[in-house]
């Protein structure tokens, strides 16, 4: 019978590594974090860069100008006083365009008789009065101050089909519809925005509409000038209103429209970044105009993406 034989581990000494070894490890080690590092980078940054950045595909646009004013609107108007105290029935509509000598009104004395009321001008028929016809009239216009009319007393009265009326009592009006005026007093700087004395008005109980308009220098003050637009066609609403906000289209410019801040200036050239394949490029531009914080640039084709703000971003990156 074989003796079993017992083996015992001897505990010895490995080799020592060397200082060489252990820096070239750790050189390699650091090497690998920094590129690690520069590859999170890379990847945060790119992706932070497309969450931040702001574009827009180019399309054909205008740009306005806008002034905006507060006025007062004068028309030519005729009043009609009552010539006998009696009961009204209209004949003529509210709004009606009524010719020299068309029946407006009837007017049923106490005693039975009739009273044939006519037009005693052609324009438009307003049964609605504010006290101000005789103060707002169109030779008057440099006199005409929108601040002091707001001061002025307006009661506005409207006689119904069946109301009575007094002998000599203004029971309605004919306005002449072939033009119409509105007066404004700009500032100087507001003034010097009218480069030509045609311009297009916009009034706020009228958004919608937009009407084309002449203007004359009425009065020139110290900071002020006040201006005289003639008018030819309707608003809807105009016939009856007095003071009204409006918007004069100083001018209007076409293109593409952008912030300014999407511009790249480099020395004497003007560009914007665009952004195609996910490669962000460089495009010379021209600059037709500027208004306010926008401007309006042309040399970009329709459907091209422009960054709005280029500062996040250079030429030749990919996104």
Do not use: C
Not at 134 to 147: K, N, S, T, V, Y
Not at 276 to 303: A, D, F, T
């Amino acid at each position: 019978m074989k003796r079993k034989r017992r083996f015992a581990v001897i505990p010895g000494k490995g080799k020592k590594k060397g200082i060489k070894e252990k820096f070239l490890r750790g050189s390699l080690m650091l090497v690998a974090a920094v590129l690690a590092l520069q590859v999170a980078y890379f990847f945060a940054g790119s992706m932070l860069t497309r969450l931040l950045l702001k574009t827009v595909v180019s399309e054909v646009s205008v740009l306005e100008q806008i002034v905006s004013v507060s006025g007062v609107i004068v028309r030519d108007e005729r009043v009609v006083a009552a010539p006998v105290t009696g009961t009204v029935r209209w004949v003529a509509t509210a709004g009606a365009r009524l010719a020299v000598g068309a029946n407006v009104a009837k007017i049923y004395t106490a005693g039975g008789g009739v009273q044939n009321i006519s037009a005693p001008v052609s324009g438009v028929m307003i049964p609605v009065l504010d006290g101000l016809e005789g103060a707002l009239q169109p030779g008057d216009l440099e006199r005409i101050d929108a601040a002091e009319v707001r001061k002025l007393s307006k009661k506005t009265q409207a006689v119904p089909d069946g109301a009575e009326v007094r002998q000599g009592s203004i029971f309605f009006k004919v306005v002449n519809n072939f033009s119409w005026y509105y007066v404004v007093d700009l500032s100087r700087d507001d003034f010097a925005l009218l480069t030509s004395q045609r311009n297009r008005l916009r009034f706020a109980f009228s958004p919608q509409e937009e009407v084309l308009a002449s203007w004359v220098v009425l009065k020139e003050g110290e900071d002020t000038v006040r201006l005289a637009f003639t008018l030819s066609e309707d608003v809807e609403g105009s016939f009856v209103q007095r003071l009204s906000d409006a918007e004069i289209v100083a001018r209007r410019i076409t293109g593409f429209v952008l912030p300014s801040s999407a511009l790249i200036s480099r020395g004497a050239d003007t560009g914007v970044y665009l952004l195609e394949k996910s490669v962000v490029s460089y495009l010379p531009v021209k600059v037709l105009g500027e208004v306010g914080e926008n401007v309006v640039i042309e040399g970009v084709r329709s459907g091209r993406t422009v960054i709005k703000n280029p500062l996040l971003v250079k030429e030749g990156q990919r996104l």
